[in-house]
């Protein structure tokens, strides 16, 4: 369905408070899934939605006379101006670390020609010139070992060696560390962060600020589903391997150029398939009949 541009009349605020409301519930409830699943009580949700409110508010305010900066954020929030600079005076946790060297070549290998073909990956010889494991992995960083990286792909089940004809290729379509607990939380934060400010930005402004737009089918079978499944991974194929290299162009024009390098872009691509939500029947109301 796609994102029309925000250009309707301003509703009553009454209505953009439960319209609001709302729509947070399909937000929060894969959050409580989430989190109940994993055993974190609520509280601490709390604790960090009231650091996400303070820092909004904040943000607001920028450039505010900062002697009633406390007091603005608590009529922001409804935050008492206590609780404010108790929240303030906090630092904010670390979050887990998701780009990283491995990453990255996980990613070049998957897309930047020589080291894929038309059907993704190639296989490469672990040294020698390019393609080479040893080449990829050099092009990434000069900083970490070409062997260590090799241990850490295998060791994530991400990579595979053959010790016989000493090659390596991938064992993975997608960077998946199954056993990397905060490595995947880490990517699941910043996925459906972005892809959320992305969509608030729009909602918040003019509406065409980013790209979010999604597609939706209904009265499909299970089989049908397996088969989209299947149509959806080969896009995001296909996506990689044609935008990779081209932004990689981007950036190496940028560097010739001179130009400041301070911006970022995350692409993703998401897929939901779930059972319809059954429809209420209606009885039929008949016509009432007409006396002669």
């Avoid at 409804?78 to 609780?83: A, I, K, M, W």
């Avoid at 080479?132 to 991400?158: E, M």
Wanted: proline share 7%.
């Amino acid at each position: 369905m796609n994102q029309p541009a925000n250009t309707s009349s301003p509703s009553a605020p009454g209505d953009v408070t439960q319209s609001l409301l709302a729509a947070l519930d399909a937000l929060l409830e894969p959050l409580a899934q989430l989190c109940v699943g994993k055993g974190v009580p609520i509280q601490a949700v709390e604790e960090r939605l009231r650091h996400a409110f303070v820092k909004a508010a904040h943000d607001t305010c920028e450039g505010a006379n900062s002697q009633r900066l406390n007091s603005r954020i608590s009529a922001l929030t409804g935050l008492t101006r206590r609780e404010v600079t108790r929240i303030e005076a906090l630092a904010a946790p670390a979050r887990p670390a998701t780009r990283s060297a491995l990453t990255e070549l996980f990613t070049r290998w998957m897309t930047i020609p020589p080291y894929c073909g038309p059907d993704g990956a190639i296989e490469l010889p672990r040294h020698g010139e390019e393609p080479s494991f040893d080449s990829l992995a050099s092009s990434v960083t000069r900083d970490v070992h070409p062997r260590s990286l090799l241990d850490a792909l295998c060791r994530l089940g991400l990579a595979e060696q053959n010790p016989t004809s000493d090659t390596v290729r991938l064992s993975a379509n997608a960077f998946v560390p199954r056993n990397q607990w905060a490595q995947m939380v880490g990517f699941l934060g910043e996925n459906v962060g972005d892809h959320l400010r992305a969509a608030v930005t729009n909602v918040l402004g003019r509406g065409n600020e980013h790209f979010e737009q999604s597609l939706y089918a209904d009265e499909l079978s299970t089989e049908s589903l397996q088969i989209a499944q299947q149509i959806v991974a080969n896009q995001w194929k296909q996506l990689m391997k044609q935008v990779a290299p081209q932004l990689e162009g981007l950036m190496r024009t940028d560097a010739l150029a001179g130009r400041p390098q301070d911006q970022c872009l995350r692409l993703g691509l998401y897929s939901w398939m779930q059972a319809m939500t059954p429809q209420p029947q209606t009885t039929p109301v008949e016509a009432p009949s007409r006396g002669e």
